[in-house]
């Protein structure tokens, strides 16, 4: 019996999922809402509690907080939160994160 072959205009299921979603344009809008989930985990409930929203847009993680003196807090763990996102994600998806 033949061994299956792979064509070269084959793919499987995941590899034409993900070109779907990157053809889409809905790559970075996935990575916004799996940030968003994790966000609670990563920063903790009280830091979770003061947090507005968050967006995220060509590698810039806007997080707004209801707090200054919490934005001031966050502000010396920004390189600390990208690292641990994009560990979560897998790759660089986050650059630059603002504080508003």
Known sequence: MASPVKRRNEQSLG????HLIDAGGMREKMDQLDIASWWDEVVGGMIAKHT???????????VRVDSAPLRQELTYMRDTLK????????????KEIVLL
């Open 52 to 62: 507005m929203g968050i967006t995220l847009r060509r590698g810039k993680l806007t």
């Open 83 to 94: 690292e641990v996102l994009n560990r979560r994600v897998g790759r660089e998806v986050v």
């Open 15 to 18: 590899e034409a999922i993900a």
